[in-house]
């Protein structure tokens, strides 16, 4: 007997998983991007808000700690010493002037402003230095840490991924489930609903709820709004599917069993009929990971779903429309190589979960 005939589901997915040599990098990076987002307040020397901006360095350029100059070798990162001004030679704009014979080290495990973690008060960061601020990835036109902000948006985004994500699988579960295992007029009524809701164009839509959301509503409020609005959108394809799966299995053996043996119609549903589609759920939940996240990051672009002071990623790349940052402001396009990484890597491991899943893809 082969070692693979005692193997479970479960385990020959991970070892055809493990084959996929793209899927497994972009596993590493995956969840590298997703430790810099859980941690991002540990991460980020200063409030990614407006109450940690640097009111001294106003659209100021990354600052990357060096190691040595002219002045020798130094064990601990370190800065050199600005002074910003401006005069009307320069039409204004900001002048720095570099005292490369003072100093400026970097520390770790510095304190700073508070924030919670898990439910715990904590001021640890991760790094600062002794003397001003320090900005590796620049600061926008307020002051703001660049570098604060991108860690928070991934949160941001990855935390309305994850809501719209479970909205979109409880109601493709609860409409896919009931339409394909009572079917008749049940099926009837769920299908055109499921149908209806497809028809919908999606930006005219959420234009029309972006005007329904009230002035005084919070950051939070917010956010709930646009994860439930975008989960709700997106659910018809799954439920479909389900739909189709339950349609041809509640008539096997096993069902019937279950009904003669006086189960519940919930546990027939969710013990019985579900199991042998989860595979499937899976695989399509990280594959539309990544378009949650894109659909955020399109609605905050455009002005219909979050905005300041939440930092997402969508909110990041308004600033970067403006008509003076790709020829004065380059640093601003920084968190968009997060956001492409980000997306690429829930796609790489999608599809390489997708492909060990699938029972007849031919492994080369």
């Not at 040599?21 to 409030?47: E, H, N, Q």
């Not at 002794?130 to 935390?159: E, N, P, V």
């Not at 979109?168 to 079917?183: D, I």
């Not at 349609?247 to 199991?275: D, M």
Request: charge should be neutral.
């Amino acid at each position: 007997m082969s070692s693979t005939a005692i193997l479970s589901q479960s385990q020959l997915i991970w070892q055809r998983f493990q084959k996929n040599k793209s899927a497994k990098i972009a596993t590493f990076f995956l969840i590298f991007l997703i430790s810099l987002g859980i941690f991002a307040d540990f991460l980020s020397p200063y409030k990614p808000t407006i109450d940690g901006a640097d009111k001294d360095y106003i659209n100021g350029a990354p600052q990357l700690p060096k190691f040595w100059d002219e002045n020798g070798f130094s064990i601990r990162p370190f800065l050199y010493t600005t002074e910003r001004t401006r005069s009307i030679e320069t039409n204004f704009r900001w002048v720095e002037t570099v005292n490369r014979e003072e100093r400026r080290y970097v520390q770790f495990f510095v304190k700073g402003w508070e924030y919670n973690f898990l439910g715990i008060t904590m001021d640890r960061h991760l790094f600062g230095i002794d003397q001003g601020q320090i900005h590796i990835f620049g600061t926008d036109g307020s002051g703001k840490d660049i570098f604060s902000r991108t860690l928070k948006a991934i949160y941001i985004s990855l935390a309305v991924g994850v809501l719209g994500l479970a909205i979109k699988l409880c109601m493709s579960l609860m409409v896919g489930g009931l339409a394909g295992y009572f079917g008749g007029w049940v099926d009837s009524i769920l299908s055109a609903f499921t149908d209806a809701v497809r028809t919908i164009p999606p930006i005219p839509l959420f234009m029309a709820l972006a005007a329904f959301i009230p002035d005084h509503w919070s950051a939070e409020m917010r956010f709930f709004y646009i994860a439930t609005i975008i989960g709700m959108v997106d659910f018809p394809t799954l439920s479909r599917r389900l739909r189709t799966h339950l349609l041809s299995e509640r008539n096997q053996e096993y069902v019937l069993a279950a009904k003669l043996s006086g189960t519940s119609t919930f546990k027939i549903i969710y013990k019985h009929l579900l199991p042998s589609f989860t595979s499937y759920i899976i695989v399509d939940t990280l594959i539309n990971f990544p378009y949650m996240i894109l659909a955020e990051t399109s609605l905050s672009f455009i002005g219909l779903g979050l905005q300041d002071p939440v930092n997402s990623i969508g909110v990041m790349l308004q600033n970067a429309t403006k008509s003076d940052v790709l020829l004065n402001y380059q640093w601003y396009y920084i968190p968009t190589i997060f956001f492409i990484a980000l997306v690429m890597a829930f796609v790489y491991v999608g599809d390489g979960i997708r492909d060990a899943a699938d029972p007849y893809k031919v492994q080369k």
